[in-house]
């Protein structure tokens, strides 16, 4: 597929080294985006073509880097790689350029004490086009080498492709949240952070509304299109949603739900009743699929079965605050999920799988508490 004027193409550039992105012939359909975590959790109010651009040039940004090239994202490739054949693009890739120049990036990070701090960025410091060129070009401003260069620890990665072919920015931002915190299988933000991120302080004001339009639409989207998705669990304060716990999956190659692993995928044998599993225990209740009564004096026996009915994974994940989530990893749970077998043994032989599982629950939560 072609620009409009493909034969004339000129490079607005006033480099001699040709933008990145320039040599059609190196592009690569396993491009990946990474991305500090940080920026990931930010306040990004842009439409699915801004999205779109923005995330085109990340990919091209290389691990060594440690500073900004003027970038260019060919339009043809961004209908490409976004399944569209609209060529609207072109008349509004001005626009593009305006917008992504005025709107901000908001950022909350913590001072050293601890303290909240808020802080707003231009993602870019140059963005241009000229008509009949076919090609946006742009730099990223220097403030954002926190964000996207050089990254060490909590920063995200996820193919370009999967992100591209979402349909809209709230499926974007959904799938972004749930790849920064794959490696742990779960994801728990407050309804306030959550209508935040994704720009829905003001739209949606019924919650019922927010879950049905936003959430649920995009839970489906990702599930068809990409390799992770999630289900969720709202929990409340009497009838006031207060958080939202996000169970991540994730889809085998051949786009089939993966088979529930041990320890593994939390609530991965969870019925889905539309993605959502409400909590009637409040805003500190645990997930839970129920349990059978069970009899039996070995207590690795009461253990296996409590894992296969009552999910000791997400129950652990249920009780930790953001903070500890944070700063712990899917091997850090199950290490403390292991090393707290040993509680089984001081369950009374005729106590049930949900008795069992408790124990477990407790002593591994108390661990990683610590």
């Known amino acids: ?73 060919h339009i043809s490739d961004l209908m490409d790689m976004s399944q569209t054949s609209s060529r609207d693009i072109y008349n509004r890739a001005e626009e593009v350029c305006r917008k992504l120049l005025n709107q901000k990036v908001h950022v909350r990070t913590r001072t050293d004490d601890g303290r909240r701090m808020y802080q707003g960025y231009n993602c870019l410091s140059t963005c241009r086009y000229v008509e009949g060129s076919g090609y946006i070009e742009a730099k990223f401003n220097d403030d954002m080498k926190p964000f996207l260069l050089q990254l060490k620890r909590q920063f995200t990665m996820y193919r370009l492709q999967n992100f591209m072919q979402l349909s809209s920015q709230h499926s974007m931002r959904m799938y972004e949240l749930i790849k920064m915190r794959e490696g742990l299988r779960h994801l728990c933000l407050s309804v306030e952070e959550l209508r935040e991120v994704l720009c829905c302080e003001h739209t949606y004001e019924r919650f019922s509304d927010f879950r049905r339009h936003v959430l649920e639409r995009a839970r489906t989207e990702i599930k068809e299109t990409c390799d992770a998705y999630y289900t969720y669990v709202i ?60 009899s039996s004096t070995s207590p690795e026996q009461l253990l296996r079965t409590a894992e296969n009915q009552y999910n000791l994974y997400a129950s652990i994940l249920s009780r930790l605050g953001q903070d500890t989530l944070d700063d712990i990893s899917r091997s850090t749970v199950r290490s403390a999920l292991q090393d707290s077998r040993e509680a089984a043994s001081a369950v009374p032989p005729e106590a049930d799988a949900a008795t069992a599982a408790e124990h477990v629950v407790r002593s591994a939560t108390e661990k990683l508490q610590r």
């Open 1 to 73: 597929m072609s620009s409009p004027s493909a034969a004339a193409e000129p490079s607005p550039s006033s480099s001699s080294a040709p933008p990145r992105g320039s040599d059609e012939a190196t592009r690569d359909t396993d491009d990946i985006v990474v991305k500090a975590n940080q920026l990931i959790r930010g306040r990004i109010n842009w439409t699915k073509l801004e999205h779109r651009v923005v995330a085109m040039l990340v990919a091209q940004l290389k691990r060594e880097d440690d500073a900004f090239e003027m970038q260019r994202v």
């Open 235 to 294: 929990e409340r304060n009497g009838r006031t949603p207060v958080r939202a716990r996000f169970l991540i999956h994730r889809n085998r190659e051949d786009g089939t739900p993966p088979l529930v692993e041990r320890e593994g995928a939390p609530a991965g044998d969870q019925k889905e009743t539309n993605g959502t599993q409400r909590d009637e225990h409040g805003s500190g209740g645990t997930v839970s699929n129920g349990s059978a009564s069970v």
